[in-house]
């Protein structure tokens, strides 16, 4: 509870006043059996006159009436503080997903993430507003109505002696199994919504790969996966509404049966029996009503569990512990010493082994080596997107941990090799890069980079809209644009992974061009497939398999690594090479 409570102390007012208005609601109705018996004894006895019944249809007008003004107020409160605390929620949950590192969201999962922000969120704001609605109304129906058939027979209301821990019992039974099978349904919408999210974000590759029929077959499963998760929670639902009812009319008859011979007797009135019976059904009905709240609880609490799986992870990478976070990134140089790094920590082969280098501020350093063998890991951990598990990366001679992460990422651009644009306009994602950059910088950076060029060629230039994820550009377009938004920034060191792939050879040495005169005083690596984009760099690292197995020009290279000569002769010839 203590977790909630600081959703719910904003709107503490709304909170108290919901379930309040509901007890006027149930203090109407546990006054109405008793104005009705009274009409009906004094109809039974032949004293009933124009005017007493006059004066009890009035009463119990009013009643009713205070009874409506009750429960709308009841109603309101409750729907505008349970929007209000799921709104919080929803703020802090996101606000949270922001903080995660890559690490932390490769743990979830964003199919999970997305289900937690939304789905999970709506079941705690259902259940709150039911609570405000019963929590104080079926306990005071409950109460009140024992009062009242205790006050009535004290003998007859014996019976509830059995039939509620018999109620309570079967309830509190069901409760526990549904729990279990509550978590099983969200972790099954989990499923369905990481099919159905990784299905729509790559729907062009689906169709092009005629896979829809294979995709189709895989959401059936997670459906039905979903389907049955589903079912068997309901059925302990299903039967615990007829199992109620009947043992609440069993006691109906019970009491019925007793009562027949006392009126008979002349031991009790009819309109007394009448109003008995009707406490009998609402005070069962509303120990329903308790138990319902339960089973809603236990999906609540199935809900409250995952979000609060979010709300307390620690993001695994932060600056808090910064001792330097004024500092901004000056030069760029950059220093590993000694770095190993692995994806899963309990898995023995090290993604990166060992790693030791340095890079001279000013300098072009190009980074070979073949597909997977670490490239794109080791430059992520200059910006800090992953942490390494052993040694230490400098930038300027300071440990990267020490620099607060908005100045390192400040300092450091990165053009991720699976990069995307956002849906709005051309101008506006260059600007991630510096929101208060002029046209005239930006356009600068869109020349530097090749994308000018095409986009003048738009009919609003960079005022053009791009669809999410920049789907109505080329992937050569798109990657110019991503090294445009980079430049913008005017980093110290600049990292492109695999930048240039879909872009022709002439236009990525007008980049490289354009680099070698605007960018002279950054730190440039360039991680590429082809030896062209890296021929020209001042220093090319290769890699293999987690670790550097050679530094040098491209001339020192082919004289003494093998495998950057087999790479170069059967990419330029033996001639070129
Ligand atoms: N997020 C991740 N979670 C787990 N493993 C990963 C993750 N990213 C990469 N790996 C693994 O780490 C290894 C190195 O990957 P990395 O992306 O650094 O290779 P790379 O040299 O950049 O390859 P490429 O040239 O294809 O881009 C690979 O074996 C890959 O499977
Ligand atoms: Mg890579």
């Not at 942490?387 to 400098?394: A, S």
């Not at 020192?556 to 690594?561: A, F, T």
Request: proline share 2%; with cysteine; net charge neutral.
């Amino acid at each position: 509870m203590k977790h909630w409570w600081k959703y719910i102390r904003p709107y503490k007012a709304w909170f108290i006043l919901g379930p309040l208005c509901m007890i006027v609601e149930v203090i109407g109705e546990v006054l109405m059996p008793m104005l009705l018996a009274g009409v009906i004894n004094a109809g039974n006895a032949g004293t009933l006159t124009v005017g007493s019944s006059i004066g009890t249809a009035g009463l119990m007008i009013l009643t009713a009436l205070f009874m409506m003004a009750g429960g709308i107020g009841g109603a309101y409160f409750s729907s505008k503080a349970s929007i209000a605390f799921a709104g919080d929620i929803r703020n802090d949950l996101y606000r949270k997903i922001q903080s995660f590192s890559f690490g932390n969201i490769d743990r979830f999962s964003t199919g999970s993430l997305v289900t937690r922000v939304t789905n999970d969120v709506t079941q705690m704001q259902n259940f709150v507003a039911m609570v405000m609605r019963m929590a104080l109304r079926a306990p005071g129906m409950m109460i009140g109505g024992l009062i009242m058939a205790i006050r009535l027979r004290s003998d007859l209301a014996m019976t509830f002696l059995i039939s509620i821990p018999v109620l309570l019992v079967f309830v509190g039974s069901n409760i526990l199994t549904a729990f279990p099978r509550f978590k099983n349904v969200q972790s099954k919408v989990d499923g369905l919504n990481s099919t159905v999210q990784e299905n729509i974000t790559n729907v062009r590759v689906v169709k092009s790969f005629v896979r829809e029929e294979d995709e189709n077959k895989k959401f059936h499963r997670a459906n039905g996966d979903l389907k049955n998760a589903q079912l068997r929670a309901m059925r302990i639902v299903i039967q615990m509404q007829p199992v109620t009812t009947l043992i609440m009319y069993i006691t109906v008859i019970a009491v019925a049966w007793q009562g027949h011979t006392l009126v008979l007797g002349k031991e009790m009135a009819v309109g007394d029996l009448s109003a008995f019976v009707n406490y009998v059904i609402q005070i069962l009905s509303s120990l329903i009503m308790v138990t319902f709240l339960f089973m809603m609880s236990s999906r609540a609490m199935a809900s409250a569990k995952r979000i609060r799986e979010v709300l307390e992870e620690d993001p695994d990478l932060n600056d808090d512990n910064a001792a330097r976070k004024d500092l901004t990134v000056k030069e760029g140089r950059v220093e590993f010493r000694h770095v190993s790094f692995r994806y899963y920590k309990h898995s023995e082969d090290s993604v990166l082994d060992d790693i030791s280098l340095s890079i001279e501020p000013g300098s072009t350093v190009g980074i070979i080596g073949s597909t997977g063998c670490g490239k794109s890991t080791l430059v992520s951990m200059i910006p800090r997107l992953y942490d390494p598990d052993e040694g230490e990366i400098l930038v300027d001679g300071v440990n990267v941990k020490d620099y607060s992460l908005y100045h390192l990422r400040e300092g450091v651009g990165m053009v991720l090799q699976k990069n995307v644009l956002f849906s709005g306009t051309i101008a506006e994602n260059l600007r991630w890069g510096d929101e208060d950059a002029t046209d005239e910088e930006m356009i600068a950076a869109a020349t530097s980079s090749q994308a000018d060029k095409f986009v003048s060629t738009f009919l609003q230039g960079y005022d053009s809209e791009l669809d999410k994820g920049g789907n109505n550009l080329s992937g050569g377009q798109k990657q110019r644009l991503c090294i445009a938004r980079a430049l913008l920034k005017k980093p110290k060191i600049l990292i492109l992974d695999d930048s240039t792939s879909a872009v022709d050879t002439a236009t990525e040495a007008q980049i490289r061009h354009a680099f070698t005169h605007e960018l002279a005083g950054s730190t440039k690596i360039i991680i590429a497939q082809r030896i062209a984009s890296v021929m020209d760099a001042d220093r090319i690292i290769v890699m293999n398999e987690g670790k550097i197995t050679g530094v040098g020009t491209h001339d020192e290279l082919l004289e003494s690594n093998t495998e950057y000569r087999e790479i170069a002769e059967s990419q330029l010839g033996k001639k070129g090479a």
